[in-house]
Nanobody, 114 residues
Framework: QVQLQESGPGLVKPSQTLSLTCTVSGGSITTNSYYWSWIRQPPGKGLEWMGAIANGDRTYYNPSLRGRTSISRDTSKNQFTLQLSSVTPEDTAVYYC??????WGQGTQVTVSS
């Protein structure tokens, strides 16, 4: 069964770049799904789709994030990565990675604070 696991720092300072990695196990990032996404949920708010990377490395981003998002993947490690630049406290959220077959990671809390 495909499993996804997020990893990265739990605390990031304002103006820095947040970097998270999603490690996929039980399947291949190149064949098991077409889109690999990042989604977040700020405290007390709903889910927000941030972006995705597709096979062929095409990327798609939520325009509301104003170009701060970058998603890439490392097929040799079966991982894909999120980078979010110029973070503010409003970027505090639980961050999830997911595929388009309904598999989600458990989520990782990221707090932006000085």
């Amino acid at each position: 069964q495909v499993q996804l696991q997020e990893s990265g720092p739990g605390l990031v300072k304002p103006s820095q770049t947040l970097s998270l990695t999603c490690t996929v196990s039980g399947g291949s990032i190149t064949t098991n799904s077409y889109y690999w996404s990042w989604i977040r949920q700020p405290p007390g708010k709903g889910l927000e789709w941030m972006g995705a990377i597709a096979n062929g490395d095409r990327t798609y981003y939520n325009p509301s994030l104003r170009g701060r998002t970058s998603i890439s993947r490392d097929t040799s490690k079966n991982q894909f990565t999120l980078q979010l630049s110029s973070v503010t406290p409003e970027d505090t959220a639980v961050y999830y990675c997911a595929d388009d077959l309904g598999h989600w990671g458990q989520g990782t809390q990221v707090t932006v604070s000085s």
